[in-house]
Each structure stands twice: as structure tokens, then as C-alpha cells.
């Protein structure tokens, strides 16, 4: 089974940009095929997977991190000087709570460079218990002023909650635990109707942008001092935008 779901053909957002019900089909039809341990029926898409082999797929890795070894003495943020000082902690700006989709990168969409963010990610940009204790160690121990729970277009995680908010799946036991807190957006967006696997994913980003602040007292309390603003956000992947939802 893949590690992640926005990086499968099981789920809708490679094969339908529109997440019309062919991708909701197609979602549900992947995670009942993933449920049976079967390989889903690759939809049509014009990223296809990789064909590299495990070892191939670490070799390119380190063939990056040999890269990032290279570019030390080069002029920048990411030089030899800045690493060095780095290595004797760190003070990042903010934080992002992002989707682990390989498209929404926070790193990337803000162009941050070593020790400037701090970053937690899953499938769904949850406020589960791995991000929350995160987050409470970036701003409790590091100090960040700010959060984002950042949520992207087209995302997997968000049309598989749609797909077992319409219909009983049988799921791996982590897969369905872990989209478990995604379906009252889900069911939210189905309520409003329209593009609902869009609606799911600023439902979703509102809702985690509050349960971060509800379940977490440290969290709430810098927040209430004035230490700490948690906001929403959305990266659109047709426009390349990231603005403020929540
Ligand atoms: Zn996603």
C-alpha cells in the first residue's frame, strides 16, 4: 500500500482536475481496490508513475544530496556559513501545517531556505496528534509567531474523505483512521453541494485551523497572549497562488 494517498493513482486528484463524480468514482473505486490489496487500475494521467526500482529511486536521493553537499561554498542562504550556524539550533520565522502531497511543498511555495520554516505535514494538513505536538514544540520551545494550516487544490486526501463520506468503505485500518477527521468537512461541503471535493479542502483547513486552538492549551494561550496567530491557507495548483482562507 502507498505511504501516501496524494501520491497514488487511487485517489481522484491526478486523474480528474475537475473532481466532477468520474473522480469520485474513481477514488472510490481506488480505495476499494487499495482495501482488497490490489493494485488500483491506473487512471489516465499525464504524470504516469515512476518507473525507477527502490534502489534506483535512493540512488537519485543522494544523487541530490550530493547536489546540496556541492552548493555549500555557493553564495546564499543555504551556504556553508548559514549551515554551520544552524547546526547550533534554530529559530524559524513560522510554521505551515501542510497536505504531504509531493505538489505543496511549503518549503517550495514560500521559498524558504534551511531553518526558515518549520513544517509538519500529512495527507490532509490534519491537526492530528504527530502536528499538534509538533507545533507546540515549534512555538513553546522555538518561538514561532505564526502557523498555517495550508490545504492545496485538487487534493487526494480530501476526495478519498468524499468518496467514504458517500459510501461505506472497507479501508486499511490507518488509511480510514486517518481520513476519519476529515468527514464532517466532507459532509459539509457535500451539504453546500458544487465542487466538493474543493469544498472539502477549505472546510478541512478551517476546521484544523480551530482544532489546533481548541485542543491545544499551549497553542490557545500564546495565541490569547498575542504570541501567536494560527491562519488558514490555499495553494491552488492552476494558478501557483497561495492566499488566505481561514
Ligand atoms: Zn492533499
Request: proline residues 7%; hydrophobic residues 50%.
Amino acid at each position: 500500500m502507498p505511504a501516501c494517498p496524494c501520491c497514488t493513482d487511487a485517489f481522484p486528484h491526478r486523474a480528474s482536475r475537475g473532481h466532477g463524480r468520474r473522480g469520485l468514482m474513481a477514488a472510490m473505486a481506488g480505495l476499494a481496490a487499495t482495501a482488497a490489496g490490489l493494485t488500483p487500475a491506473r487512471a489516465a494521467s499525464s504524470l504516469p508513475p515512476t518507473t525507477l526500482t527502490p534502489d534506483q529511486a535512493l540512488d537519485r536521493l543522494m544523487q541530490g544530496h550530493r547536489r546540496f553537499l556541492a552548493q555549500a561554498a555557493q553564495p546564499g542562504p543555504g551556504n556553508l556559513e548559514r549551515r554551520a550556524i544552524l547546526a547550533t539550533g534554530q529559530a524559524p520565522f513560522a510554521a505551515v501545517l501542510g497536505c504531504a502531497d509531493s505538489r505543496a511543498t511549503p518549503e517550495v511555495l514560500f521559498q524558504a531556505g534551511l531553518g526558515e520554516i518549520f513544517v509538519a505535514r500529512n495527507a490532509g494538513n490534519l491537526a492530528d496528534t504527530g502536528a499538534i505536538g509538533s507545533l507546540e514544540y515549534a512555538v513553546a520551545n522555538l518561538g514561532v509567531p505564526l502557523i498555517m494550516v495550508l490545504g492545496h487544490q485538487h487534493c487526494g486526501a480530501a476526495g478519498a474523505a468524499v468518496a467514504l463520506a458517500q459510501q461505506p468503505l472497507s479501508l486499511p485500518v490507518h488509511l480510514r483512521d486517518m481520513l476519519l477527521p476529515m468527514l464532517p468537512a466532507a459532509l459539509a461541503a457535500l451539504r453546500a453541494g458544487g465542487d466538493v471535493v474543493e469544498g472539502t479542502v477549505r472546510a478541512n483547513v478551517a476546521m484544523n485551523v480551530a482544532r489546533l486552538l481548541a485542543e491545544s492549551p499551549v497553542l490557545a494561550s500564546a495565541a490569547a497572549a498575542g504570541r501567536l496567530k494560527v491562519v488558514g491557507g490555499h495553494y491552488a495548483l492552476d494558478t501557483q497562488q497561495v492566499s488566505a482562507i481561514a
